[in-house]
């Protein structure tokens, strides 16, 4: 699923209910024009009022900005500092400029650190912007900061202003952008343990509507079952359960998600036979019964199923590319050693393999539709001849190669004499002959 980036944090359902005092001339003032009133507490002159009520009143969130920088220009030791730069800071993310409204929120949490509203605004653009980063150092460390803001919202504390009811409520909203940021900042860093935690307390406390609807949250969905697919070890069955509920409601994104919710089925499963089954079960509920591990049953352990095969193989040489790579890597010794005999020597056109890893010497690819989907390279196919082009990462090749060699542990089969098979020319038109008329 595609990222949601969102125009402004006030078009997060609920994502910053922002309890503002409300600034007005109070009718027991004097008449004169020596004082003006806000909420019956705040004395203002009539010149700091007006300018006051001026940024207040403006028709246009970036009148309103302008209005207000103006005022805390002018009144620097303003008595309601700290509304003036929120209002501030919910004027900029009015006119969508993240830049500015991160400009207002630094400046209020310099005079009001624990500001819920403005640490909120912090966690939340920081990872937006973070997200948009393609230099993987730069990813993390934006994401570090953006998490920064949000463990400390986590643990903000309710002004004395505010009702506790009102707070919690703002508090609600405001956690679960919190844990969201947190776990986009664990995934960066492959902490998936921690990402899992992070996303099933953001998740707990979300709307059901909102797990059922494309955006943000249900989003969060998608990346939970990532998260438990990419853990050590793998938890397949959650990640199958997961994928498939946000598949289930992700409407036109739906296509993008369900091809990881069938391999994560059928790694757990064994093959896709039941997944209907499944994909009932996630409409009714966010989280997996207790009993989904026996309505779902596993697979067979790989060493069972390696022990099976051998003995019902009579020609192991028979067997597929990739029952033999599942040989290589799960049978004991002496049966994968059996297996890789039969090959040892020949050789074998691949195509289509995914480069993972390249050199003038050796490319490093993926074969398996396991090192397909973990962009891992379960194939190293060595050059005689240095290679003139290096294909980059993540292209497609066909190689043919001779097995040489293979590691169990991670499984790496290694191919010699390696070349890369040409892509085939379009085939040439005919030319057109006209038969002449005489």
């Known amino acids: 699923m595609k990222k949601v980036v969102l ?18 001339q109070d009718a027991s003032a004097p008449a004169a024009p020596a004082a003006g009133q806000a909420g019956g507490q705040v004395q203002m002159s009539p010149e700091e009022y007006k300018a006051y009520n001026d ?14 920088e103006a005022y805390l220009k002018a009144y620097p030791n303003s008595a309601v500092k700290k509304d003036a730069f929120q209002k501030l800071m919910f004027a900029y993310s009015g006119t969508n400029d993240p830049v500015k409204t991160l400009d207002a929120a630094d400046r209020l949490l310099q005079v009001d650190p624990s500001n819920l509203t403005a640490l909120t605004f912090e966690a939340f653009l920081r990872r937006q912007a973070a997200d948009a980063l393609t230099d993987p150092a730069a990813k993390t460390a934006a994401l570090d900061k953006a998490a920064g803001y949000a463990q400390t919202g986590l643990t903000a504390t309710k002004p004395k202003d505010v009702t506790d009811a009102d707070f919690e409520k703002q508090k609600s909203s405001a956690t679960a952008i919190f844990q969201s940021v947190i776990a986009d900042d664990d995934i960066s860093k492959k902490d998936f343990t921690d990402a899992i935690t992070a996303l099933k307390t953001e998740l707990t406390g979300a709307a059901p509507d909102a797990t059922q609807t494309p955006g943000p949250v249900l989003q969060d969905v998608f990346f939970l079952a990532t998260s438990y697919m990419n853990s050590t070890p793998p938890d397949y069955l959650n990640c199958a359960w997961y994928a498939s509920r946000a598949a289930a409601f992700a409407g036109q994104y739906a296509s993008a998600i369900q091809p990881t919710a069938a391999y994560c089925y059928k790694k757990y499963h064994g093959n896709g036979d039941g997944i209907e089954k499944l994909q009932a079960l996630v409409k009714t509920s966010l989280t997996p019964p207790t009993d989904l591990g026996t309505t779902i049953t596993a697979a067979p352990k790989p060493a069972d199923i390696v022990a099976n095969l051998i003995a019902t193989t009579p020609d192991l040489a028979t067997l597929a590319i990739s029952d033999k790579e599942f040989v290589l890597q799960y049978g004991k010794p002496e049966d994968a050693d059996k297996v890789f005999n039969t090959i040892k020597g020949k050789t074998a056109q691949f195509p289509d393999t995914v480069v993972v890893a390249a050199t003038v010497d050796q490319l490093q690819v993926s074969v398996s539709d396991d090192s397909v989907q973990g962009k891992t390279a379960d194939f190293a196919f060595n050059f005689a001849t240095p290679l003139k082009t290096v294909p980059a990462v993540g292209d497609k090749v066909t190689l043919t190669g001779t097995y040489a060699s293979y590691t169990q542990s991670p499984l790496l089969i290694t191919m010699s ?15 057109v002959h006209h038969r002449a008329t005489h």
């Open 7 to 24: 125009a402004s944090l006030l078009a997060v359902a609920g994502a910053a209910t922002v309890v503002q005092p409300c600034f007005a």
């Open 417 to 431: 004499d390696a070349a890369i098979v040409p892509k085939k020319a379009p085939a040439a038109k005919a030319p």
């Open 55 to 68: 940024a207040d009143t403006a028709a246009t969130p970036a009148a309103k900005a302008a209005g207000f």
